[in-house]
């Protein structure tokens, strides 16, 4: 869990990426972890599954990469239509993208952000980055959903989980 000067950030101070994401993490009420200086892991409720998200920094680029896990496995029999998908949701994207770990199958949304010379995070940041990683698995993942369960091809799926998302607007 967090220490408690992690969450005594106040929304006009910058601070090293993994702190500030703790510590809007703290104040939604959300679980997180510092795993180290350059490492955060927490769990966001979506509107469709639990995500975990990772936040990691590498200070010799100064670019912090969020990655948000929606919980979902690609089958090997489904694994060129999950391809396919991404493709076609990547598309769709303008900040992060969709990708699969070639090594256990995880489908995951990252994306690299690059902070200015002083590598430091607002809250405004912050919150931009979690809530677009969070609005982006929730926007696509009946689309992964009717793939991989229900058995639509990667257009229809896509075509379907847009408009179903368009009508919840």
């Not at 408690?4 to 679980?31: K, N, Q, T």
Request: charged share 25%; proline share 3%; hydrophobic share 45%.
């Amino acid at each position: 869990m967090m220490r408690p000067h992690e969450a005594d950030y106040i929304a006009s101070e910058d601070a090293a990426p993994v702190e500030m994401l703790a510590a809007l993490f703290d104040a939604r009420g959300w679980l997180c972890d510092i795993v180290s200086e350059e490492e955060m892991t927490g769990e966001v409720q979506g509107s469709w599954a639990k995500y975990q998200i990772r936040g990691i920094w590498r200070a010799e680029d100064n670019v912090l990469q969020l990655i948000c896990l929606p919980d979902i496995r690609v089958t090997s029999e489904k694994r060129l239509q999950a391809y396919e998908l991404l493709s076609l949701v990547n598309e769709q994207m303008w900040l992060g993208h969709f990708d699969m770990w070639s090594n256990s199958d995880v489908l995951l949304y990252r994306h690299g952000a690059l902070l200015s010379d002083d590598g430091m995070l607002s809250i405004a940041q912050a919150q931009a980055l979690v809530e677009t990683a969070i609005d982006e698995c929730d926007r696509f993942y009946p689309a992964f959903q009717f793939v991989l369960w229900g058995d639509k091809s990667p257009r229809a799926a896509l075509d379907s989980a847009l408009v179903d998302a368009a009508g919840e607007a």
